[in-house]
């Protein structure tokens, strides 16, 4: 079915940067710069810059990111790592793959890592906390670094839905040991496929990180380190990561706009609770619009019904999935949100009338 609002328009997001994208992928083709050429080294320069890091480490996912910031920080079998229930599988199952055990715990109302459940988590195993800035926020990071210095934990950052996103000055991705960032096409800086990054002022992590995207190998010797990685961010992603880093800044400004009209449009309708808007300590970058209401399945085939495509970000909790073989925590929190939350279109091609259709049909469910 075609929606009048779909959650996004890729045809439309291309157009907009079709000469531009079409000329950084054809030079790649025409100089045969397939794997690791300077289209990847200027992109990590750039986007190290954008977000204020000493090394960018580009990776073919965020999925390798955590999974390598993991591994750098020393973690593997026989410890814990302490993360939040509600975030995408890949944060949890990037501890799993270190041989670690995932140990989740609730999130607060601004869909975060709640502080004052980490200290009550922490045991003489745990080795690393990995807070998740989910929806453009960044998790209290103030709280949770003073709580595992205390504790001599190292903090991984899953900045995947935080590009840009800054909390009492400090940019997401920068405030721990290292960050990890995801460029599918979805996130708020998306390539045409997978793609993802490390982040870190640690040389050795970002050695490590380069030597375990490259199969372990050191690349000035050729000597092998680790048995590694086949993940090395592909050129030609990087190659389009450039041009759009380039009107990211521009694009996140749009999402602004959207995410401030909605919040206009939509304050004080029943049974809708909205999420939270910035200000103080926080500068969010709206990834996601995320409205929370107790009839939600109704509200979406509502929304159906008026042509606007919505998504659900999760509709059940992970350990629920049984094959993946978690333990229940008893997150009644997490559990509550699952049958709450639904997700408004939000990309920087939405336009304003769009978002006043949108605003409409949430005002007029009943
Ligand atoms: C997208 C995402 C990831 C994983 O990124 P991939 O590039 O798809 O591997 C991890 N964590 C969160 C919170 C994400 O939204």
Redesign the pocket.
Known sequence: MGYRVPFVDAVAAYGKVKPEVDAAIFGCLEHGDLVYRHQLKAFESEFAGFIGSKHVVGLN???HA?LFALLGAGVGAGDEVITVAH??V??VSAIVHTGATPVLIEVADDFNMDPARLEAAITPRTKAVLP?H?NGRVAPMTEIMAIAQRHGLAVIE?A??AIGARHDGRTAGTIGAAGCF???PF?VLGGYG???ALCTDDDDLATMARRLRYNGEDRETGEYHHHGHTALLDNIQAAVLSVKLRHLPGWLERRRELFTRYDAGLRGTPDVILPPMDGGAHHDICQNYVLRTPSREAMREHLREEGIETLVHWPKPMWEHRSLGLPDPGLAFTERLCREVISLPLSPELTDEQADEVVAAVRSFR
Request: hydrophobic share 35%; net charge negative.
């Open positions: 996912s965020g999925y955590l975030t995408f890949a944060t998740v989910l899953d995947a839905q995801s460029f599918y996130k997978d793609g993802g």
